[in-house]
Nanobody, 130 residues
Framework: QVQLVESGGGLVQAGGSLRLSCAASGRTFSSYAMGWFRQAPGKWREFVAAITWSGGSLYYSDSVKGRFTISRDNAKNTVYLRMNSLKPEDTAVYYC???????????????????????WGQGAQVTVSS
């Protein structure tokens, strides 16, 4: 079992920045690939970014590429999402998720599929005002 707790959400003006953190506890964090997803009211949950267990491969959705950066610190059991140049359309609840994935090449084939992830956090609200 892995428990995930997000923090760092809040209200920011367009063009501003936030950093989300996701602290993990439980089983060996370094065996898990991590992802960030978001869900706006009335919309499906969508993929934002993902990182393999080693941090060697990063993946981003087209809508955030160049503005968001995912990273992890396995010594601290934490994954981060740095969000720059925020836009009102980035407003959503952001969820971190964990996938037991010691084989990085496999993770690269399904990282954007939320159904593949094993554990989820409770979500953090990010609101970007115009």
């Amino acid at each position: 079992q892995v428990q995930l707790v997000e923090s760092g959400g809040g209200l920011v003006q367009a063009g501003g920045s936030l950093r989300l953190s996701c602290a993990a506890s439980g089983r060996t964090f370094s065996s898990y690939a991590m992802g960030w997803f978001r869900q706006a009211p009335g919309k499906w949950r969508e993929f934002v970014a993902a990182i393999t267990w080693s941090g060697g491969s990063l993946y981003y959705s087209d809508s955030v590429k160049g503005r968001f950066t995912i990273s992890r610190d396995n010594a601290k059991n934490t994954v981060y999402l740095r969000m720059n140049s925020l836009k009102p359309e980035d407003t959503a609840v952001y969820y971190c998720a964990a996938d037991y994935s010691p084989r990085e090449f496999l993770f690269g084939t399904y990282y954007s599929n939320y159904a593949e992830y094993d554990y989820w956090g409770q979500g953090a609200q990010v609101t970007v005002s115009s």
